[in-house]
């Protein structure tokens, strides 16, 4: 299958600084990326939708200004986590799809971040 | 309310058991549907995905999706203890822009 790769698999950083977590679709064009938060023995939650080239789409209650989402070419994203608290320590998922309707979102192998 | 359910279990199996996991959805005209399997600290991955009434097997899994009751399960034969993990539904629902909806998930532990 397609091959989605999440760099860095772990990450722990200092309250207050930055986080950069990048998803690239190896062997095909994402037209679209996903990016999911997952806490401990939950399910996976949307927190926003990009499309190559245009503005992502946030979900309900996921601030914008903190997590700073770019999709700038049709195999990268990047989510930012800016200015992290210990909260926002969380299992970070995205996922990435082609061109097709009926294509499944294959998902990258997850960041695990610790705020300290 | 959820837009899609999984019982959480946990569901306990003996090895070479079948084991049976359900999924209930609310919106009517989805059309896209996944299971995916998820070990601790792991990111999903794809099992099955079926996109029309009735059964698809792919080795020991078999999906089945029931439109009109608005369910779909995912049976796993022969169990082995390498199947424990958490099992999650997804469904991707009509006008979301294909954004996948996850259900809660349901942990699976197949005993030796």
């Known amino acids: 299958g397609a091959v989605v790769s999440q760099h860095p698999s772990w990450v722990i950083c200092k309250s207050g600084t930055s986080v950069k977590i990048e998803c690239r679709s190896l062997?095909?064009?994402?037209?679209?990326m996903f990016w999911y938060r997952q806490f401990p023995k939950q399910s996976l939650m949307l927190m926003a939708t990009s499309n190559e080239g245009s503005k992502a789409t946030y979900e309900q209650g996921v601030e914008k200004d903190k997590f700073l989402i770019n999709h700038a070419s049709l195999t990268l994203s990047t989510l930012t986590v800016t200015s992290a608290h210990p909260e926002d320590s969380s299992f970070y998922i995205c996922?990435?799809?082609?061109?097709?309707?009926?294509?499944?979102?294959?998902f990258g192998q997850g960041t695990r971040l610790t705020v300290v | 309310q959820k837009e899609v359910e999984q019982n959480s279990g946990p569901l306990s199996v003996p090895e070479g058991a079948i084991a049976s996991l359900n999924c209930t959805y609310s919106?009517?005209?989805?059309?896209?549907f996944f299971w995916y399997r998820q070990y601790s600290g792991k990111s999903p991955e794809l099992i099955m995905s079926i996109y029309s009434n009735g059964d698809k097997e792919d080795g020991r899994f078999t999906a089945q999706l029931n439109k009109a009751s608005q369910y779909v399960s995912l049976l796993i034969r022969d169990s082995q203890p390498s199947d424990s993990a958490t099992y999650l539904c997804?469904?991707?629902?009509?006008?979301?822009?294909?954004?996948?909806?996850f259900g809660s998930g349901t942990q699976l532990t197949v005993l030796p």
């Open positions: 997804a469904v991707i629902s009509s006008g979301s822009a294909r954004q996948l909806t």
């Open positions: 062997d095909f064009q994402a037209t679209t």
């Open positions: 996922s990435a799809e082609g061109r097709s309707r009926n294509t499944e979102a294959f």
């Open positions: 919106d009517r005209v989805s059309q896209s």
